[in-house]
């Protein structure tokens, strides 16, 4: 037995939830009504003892300002299939970080995966990581 880990992320804009775009027309539009703007990434994590049936939760929030970027980049990036798997339709370490102008909050959320967060809610269950120097 073990702890059992999950995780799911949105991205929030104007009260709209993001998940991943159906499709490319999805896709760009999204990216449109991201561009230069702010919006929230929000990751949720569960753990669960497999063998006590113990379980806890967290959350983590993180602020994310959109790069100006032009119709040419959507249309380019679209293309490259790259926003089909994700929330919002993007991910920050795509082209370089040139989507992004900057993060509010925990940088790894925005990739997908809370790492400090999880870290805290795994420790709470006894899972401790090496540190190395």
Same mark, same amino acid.
């Given at each position: ?21 159906s499709?490319p ?18 990751t ?12 806890? /939760?967290? !959350?983590?929030v993180?602020?994310?300002l959109?790069? *100006? ?5 959507? +249309?380019?990036? &679209?293309? %490259? ?13 795509d ?10 909050? /925990?940088? !790894? ?7 400090? *967060? ?5 420790? +709470?269950?006894? &899972?401790? %990581?090496?540190?190395?120097?």
């Amino acid at each position: 037995m073990g702890v059992v880990l999950a995780a799911d992320t949105v991205v929030v804009v104007d009260g709209l939830v993001l998940g991943k775009p159906s499709g490319p027309e999805e896709a760009r539009a999204m990216l449109v009504r991201l561009r230069g703007r702010q919006h929230e990434v929000i990751t949720g994590v569960a753990a669960i003892d497999a063998a006590t049936g113990r379980s806890a /939760s967290t !959350t983590a929030v993180s602020r994310v300002l959109m790069a *100006a970027y032009p119709d040419a980049t959507i +249309d380019a990036y &679209v293309a %490259s299939g790259s926003p089909f798997d994700k929330a919002g339709g993007y991910a920050i370490q795509d082209l370089n970080g040139a989507l992004v102008d900057g993060v509010v909050g /925990s940088y !790894t959320n925005v990739i997908g995966l809370p790492v400090e *967060a999880t870290r805290r809610l795994l420790e +709470d269950f006894g &899972v401790v %990581s090496e540190r190395r120097a």
